[in-house]
């Protein structure tokens, strides 16, 4: 049974940091781009992050770019979304998807994802 869980969504305040995690179960990731997309009610969910997990290579949208890192842990079949400097624009549902390499980037396919999250709410708000 494959299965994407995320974890680690909540309320924090403006400028606060947020880690979530993917852990896969069902398969293993080796062949596996992993991606953060986030998305805002009536819109389209926008890519934001996703690591190669054969290299570890990576990929930020700009809205994101240098303030989130994502990191892998092989072994644990676990991705990581670190989120610093947060803002109220950051405020959405984020989902983790896995899709078989290789994978489009600039801007990331959600068609190209296979395996789906259920999705964790991030809200920023003093």
């Known amino acids: 049974h494959v299965q994407l869980v995320e974890s680690g969504g909540g309320l924090v305040q403006p400028g606060g940091s947020l880690r979530l995690s993917c852990a896969a179960s069902?398969?293993?990731?080796?062949?596996?781009?992993l991606a953060w997309f986030r998305q805002v009610p009536g819109k389209e969910p926008e890519g934001i992050s996703c690591?190669?997990?054969?290299?570890?290579?990576?990929f930020y949208a700009d809205s994101v770019a240098g303030r989130f890192t994502t990191s892998r842990d092989n072994a644990k079949n676990t991705v990581y979304l670190q989120m610093n400097s947060l803002t109220p624009e950051d405020t959405a549902v984020y989902y983790c998807?896995?899709?078989?390499?290789?994978?489009?980037?600039?801007?990331?396919?959600?068609?190209?994802?296979?395996?789906w999250g259920q999705g964790t709410q991030v809200t920023v708000s003093s």
């Open positions: 690591i190669s997990m054969s290299d570890g290579n990576t």
């Open positions: 998807a896995a899709g078989r390499t290789p994978v489009t980037i600039a801007p990331m396919t959600k068609n190209e994802y296979q395996y």
């Open positions: 069902g398969f293993t990731l080796d062949y596996y781009a």
